[in-house]
């Protein structure tokens, strides 16, 4: 592949702006990232827990489905009619038997199979109904994660995971969970703004830490050789939970201490637990400057009527796009989007000293995993730095 | 209070409300609220499928008065600011017990960015607990705004 007339500056610790704006790097994150050899986080199976369930996604920009099939099995298909690419399901979430296009009523069913195509007694002789079989997705899970990639030479999903793999039982517990619901918004950012969050700027941007003098304990940072950053952090009960008339907000109810533990995965997505909340978020680069966030939310299986309610008013209030200690990530990411419409490059100060590779662990409040995951970005989309 | 003027005062509540919202009067939106209030703003499609996660929970008077210090306090400065203009329009008002009527309302938000584009921000409606005291004023003992928009055009600073 030609190399793109993009200027990357030779020192690790820097960025060009433009990398935010250009279309031609859109087109190709579609092409190496999206539907290349990365793992990407499509749902958890208990947004789908029945045979008959699905669940609508994208996969970059290309529909996808989830479907929970008969023989219990979640697959995962580009939502495209494999006769003329009509979208099969319209609905983010649903439930349905079979699956049949409107347009020529093919029908499938939920394992993806291709039952009856009306006039098939007139199609060519070469046509064999299991070549139009729904076209899958390899996908694998983790923890009730389902991941997919749409390439054969992504590595295996444990592997990509790497260091991160001990985080998901953190997260995530035995996995049996239940889902609370969503939250969806649209950030006017690029999403590679919107992954590009750190540990520096949280007690600073973020106001309620200070008002509650509520700071991070002892943590450890990871990053990975696939671009991945984890926190697993303990957090200090608030001192000063005054500032709320209903502190609750911010207690940890769940038996444990309370926590903060962020998997962070390239390019994306992320799967964390803030004190009770326990919330994935899922990402569509709709196009160079749309970034579309779902966050799900979920309780435990095991959770009784007082446990469920608490991590329901703790989720819908604390870290979600309209969240007491989350609303002004939102706000940075559209500024940066705007005045990263200036030439020139950034670069990374917080934690930066010699060149280091991942996997290797780095400062819990600094920015140096950032550049990290930039170079494995970098190597992924063969873009060449300029040379010293 | 005679039956006949409770629409006018439930009306008087909703313009109370939505002008307390456009003109960022956060005690005055406060005080549409009666002790017990509670506010809630969901999405359709979690109310459609009895998912229960909000986007505002405010289930108490004290996360009424915390929703204010958020807005007030804790982002104030950072978000990127937009005006609002509610419009409502009121379908239903029923008796619902002792000065209680359940009310249910259409209504839009439009907002205008710091760029100076307006556009709109949320559409849906609202279901209401009114409580209608004898002296003819109205406050809600429950609000919930559910919106048909289920990814907002950005993140939600102002309660709709
Ligand atoms: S496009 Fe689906 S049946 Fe023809
Ligand atoms: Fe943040």
């Not at chain 1, 046509?127 to 899970?141: A, I, P, V, W």
Request: aromatic share 10%; net charge negative; charged share 25%.
């Amino acid at each position: 592949m030609s190399n793109l007339a993009i200027r990357w500056p030779a020192n690790q610790a820097e960025l060009p702006k433009a990398a935010f704006h250009r279309e031609d790097l859109f087109q190709r994150e579609i092409e190496r990232i999206f539907l290349g050899p990365e793992w990407h986080p499509v749902a958890h199976r208990a947004e789908l827990p029945k045979p008959g369930d699905f669940k609508t996604f994208r996969l970059g920009t290309a529909p996808i489905i989830a479907i929970h099939g008969e023989d219990g099995k979640i697959r995962v298909f580009f939502n495209s009619c494999t006769h003329r690419g009509t979208q099969l399901q319209t609905q983010a979430r649903g439930h349905a038997k079979e699956v049949e296009c409107p347009y020529h009523r093919w029908l499938f069913n939920t394992c993806g199979d291709l039952l009856a195509a009306p006039g098939s007694e007139s199609f060519p002789e070469s046509f064999r109904k299991q070549d139009y079989n729904l076209r899958e997705l390899r996908s694998s899970d983790y923890y009730g994660v389902i991941f997919v990639t749409a390439s054969p030479a992504a590595p295996a999903l444990e592997d990509y995971l790497g260091e991160l793999k001990p985080l998901f039982a953190k997260v995530l517990g035995d996995s049996r969970l239940t889902l609370l619901g969503y939250q969806k918004v649209m950030f006017s950012s690029n999403w590679k703004e919107y992954n590009d969050n750190e540990g520096y700027h949280a007690p600073l941007l973020h106001r309620a830490f200070r008002l509650l003098k509520w700071q991070a304990g002892k943590g450890t940072q990871r990053a990975t050789e696939y671009g991945h950053v984890g926190l697993d952090a303990e957090l200090q009960s608030v001192p000063n939970s005054d500032f709320l008339n209903d502190p609750s907000l911010v207690q940890c109810r769940d038996g444990t201490a309370p926590k903060s533990v962020i998997i962070a995965l390239f390019p994306l997505a992320t799967v964390l637990k803030h004190i009770d909340v326990i919330n994935i978020r899922l990402v569509i680069p709709h196009s160079v400057d749309e970034t579309e966030v779902h966050y799900a939310y979920f309780a435990h299986q095991d959770d009784d009527s007082a446990m469920l309610r608490h991590r329901l008013r703790q989720s819908s209030n604390l870290l979600g796009p309209s969240g007491f200690v989350s609303l002004e990530d939102g706000a940075v990411f559209n500024r940066i989007h705007q005045g990263s419409m200036t030439p020139g490059n950034v670069r990374y100060q917080k934690g930066i000293g010699a060149p280091i590779a991942p996997p290797c662990i780095v400062g819990q409040n600094d920015e140096s995993a950032n550049p990290l995951r930039w170079e494995y970005y970098r190597k992924v989309m063969e873009i060449e730095r300029e040379r010293l | 209070m005679n039956g006949s003027n409770v629409p006018a005062a439930v009306d008087a509540l909703q313009s109370r409300y939505i002008s307390s919202l456009d003109r960022r009067d956060f005690d005055a939106w406060l005080g549409c609220f009666d002790e017990q209030g509670s506010y809630i703003c969901i999405s359709r499609e979690n109310e459609e499928q009895s998912l229960p996660l909000a986007i505002m929970m405010d289930d108490s008077r004290e996360r009424l008065k915390d929703r204010v210090s958020y807005i007030t306090q804790v982002w104030a400065g950072t978000f990127e600011d937009y005006w609002t203009r509610h419009f409502v329009q009121r379908l239903e008002c029923t008796p619902n017990g002792a000065d209680s009527y359940l009310v249910v309302s259409n209504f839009t938000v439009f907002y205008t960015s710091a760029r100076g584009g307006s556009e709109i921000l949320v559409a849906g409606c609202y279901a209401d607990q009114v409580i209608v005291g004898a002296d003819g004023t109205a406050k809600f003992r429950a609000k919930k705004a559910v919106l048909d928009t289920t990814t907002t055009p950005r993140y939600l600073v102002y309660p709709v």
